[in-house]
C-alpha cells in the first residue's frame, strides 16, 4: 500500500526582468494538483514590470524578496537560505511546470529512498534519465535543473552553496553531490514531464568555449585527474564541428 504522507516542497524562482514571462512561471505552481507548496520569489530589483507582476500575486506566494545580489547563483542560495520545505526545487522565470509535477515529485520521495530525483523535461527535445556513471567524464548525466531537479533540503544543505565562482554551478552542486558526497537519486519514468524548460535561459547565453573551460575549472577543483580534464577539453573542440560537419 502506498504511503500518501505529503512532504512540503518549497519551490525557488530567481527572477530579473522578466515581465514577459513570469506570470507563467507563477500560474505555473498555483495550478499545481499538489497543495502543500511554499513558493519563494527572489527577485533581483527588476525594473520592466516584473515587480508589478509580483505585487499581482502577493497574496498568493509566500515569500517575496526584492533585494540586490551577485547573480544567480547568489539569489538561489538566498532562496535556499529562507526555505521550509522537506523538499526543494527550482523553477526559471521563464520556465513552467505541468499540473502534476509537485504531486509526481511527493510520489517518488514518499515511495523510494532517495535524496534527490530528476524528472523528464521538455527543452528542444525530451531530456530524460539520471546516468551517474557519466559525470567524471561528461556533464551531460542528468535532465536539467530548473524544473526537473528536486532535493531534500537537509541534503542540500549538507552539500552547501552554489558556488560563485563558476558560470555552471549546478554542475559543480551535482559534482559535489553524487562523488563527494555520495548521495542517493533515480529519475522518474520516461513520460513522468515535469515541465517545460526556456531554451533562452541563462545557460543558452554562455559561449560553448568558455563553458568547457568553466567545466575545466569544476573538474580540477574537485581534484579530477589534470591530464585527463585536458584530454576531455580538447576531445570536446574537436567533436562539436565533427558533429556538425555530419549532420549535413
Not at 505552481?29 to 508589478?52: A, C, F, M, P, R
Not at 523538499?87 to 499540473?99: R, T, W
Amino acid at each position: 500500500m502506498q504511503n500518501f504522507k505529503k512532504n512540503l516542497i518549497t519551490i525557488i524562482t530567481v527572477v530579473k526582468n522578466s515581465a514577459p514571462t513570469i506570470e507563467k512561471s507563477i500560474r505555473s505552481v498555483l495550478d499545481q494538483n499538489y497543495d502543500k507548496i511554499e513558493h519563494i520569489i527572489i527577485d533581483g530589483k527588476s525594473n520592466d514590470g516584473t515587480t508589478k507582476i509580483l505585487k499581482k500575486y502577493k497574496n498568493k506566494i509566500n515569500k517575496i524578496v526584492i533585494q540586490d545580489d551577485k547573480g544567480i547563483w547568489d539569489a538561489m542560495n538566498k532562496g535556499v537560505e529562507i526555505a521550509s520545505g522537506d523538499i526543494i526545487g527550482f523553477l526559471n522565470a521563464d520556465d513552467y511546470y505541468n499540473p502534476k509535477a509537485l504531486y509526481l515529485v511527493n510520489k517518488y520521495f514518499i515511495n523510494n529512498e532517495i535524496d534527490f530525483l530528476f524528472g523528464s523535461v521538455k527543452k528542444y527535445k525530451l531530456m530524460h534519465g539520471y546516468k551517474p556513471w557519466k559525470i567524471k567524464w561528461s556533464f551531460g548525466f542528468y535532465t536539467s535543473h530548473s524544473v526537473g531537479f528536486f532535493i531534500k533540503r537537509k541534503k542540500h544543505l549538507e552539500v552547501g552553496n552554489y558556488s560563485l565562482d563558476y558560470l555552471s554551478s549546478d554542475l559543480d552542486f551535482f559534482y559535489r553531490m553524487i562523488i563527494n558526497f555520495k548521495l542517493k537519486g533515480m529519475s522518474t519514468k520516461k513520460n513522468e514531464i515535469f515541465g517545460q524548460f526556456s531554451k533562452g535561459g541563462f545557460s543558452s547565453k554562455i559561449n560553448y568555449i568558455t563553458h568547457l573551460k568553466d567545466l575545466n575549472k569544476i573538474r580540477i577543483n574537485n581534484k579530477q585527474n589534470k591530464i585527463f580534464v585536458y584530454l576531455l577539453y580538447i576531445f570536446k573542440i574537436i567533436k562539436k564541428p565533427l558533429k556538425f560537419i555530419s549532420s549535413l
